[in-house]
């Protein structure tokens, strides 16, 4: 079993930056995705990394701003967040599972998400 915890969500005007981090415990050799839900639209892929933190992944809408990492001593993913549109504005889930995927049917657990609001 895996627990995950995100946080740093919040509100920040267009243009800021946030990170974000998801804590985890349990079992904890996973791979890890980031996830977001806008509103009133479905989960979609946002980033991923490997279990050695070795290859990342990340949507074409979020390259150049936003940035994976892990750091596996202390059993936490981060999600750093430039450059923020109104468009990024959503719910936030990490998640892991045994690879890296695109899909969220391709992970095994998920935090309960933290919320980004970005104004214009």
């Known amino acids: 079993q895996v627990q995950l915890v995100e946080s740093g969500g919040g509100l920040v005007q267009a243009g800021g930056s946030l990170r974000l981090s998801c804590a985890a415990s349990?079992?904890?050799?996973?791979?890890m995705g980031w996830f977001r839900q806008p509103p009133g639209k479905g989960r979609e892929f946002v980033a991923a990394?490997?279990?050695?933190?070795?290859?990342?992944s990340g949507a074409d809408s979020v390259k150049g701003r936003f940035t994976i990492s892990r750091d596996n001593a202390k059993n936490t993913v981060y999600l750093q967040l430039n450059s923020l549109k109104p468009e990024d504005t959503g719910v936030y889930y990490c998640?892991?599972?045994?690879?890296?995927?695109?899909?969220?049917?391709?992970?095994?657990?998920w935090g309960q998400g933290t919320q980004v609001t970005v104004s214009s």
């Open positions: 998640a892991a599972g045994p690879y890296i995927g695109y899909g969220d049917s391709e992970y095994n657990y």
């Open positions: 990394i490997s279990k050695s933190g070795g290859l990342t």
């Open positions: 349990g079992r904890t050799f996973y791979a």
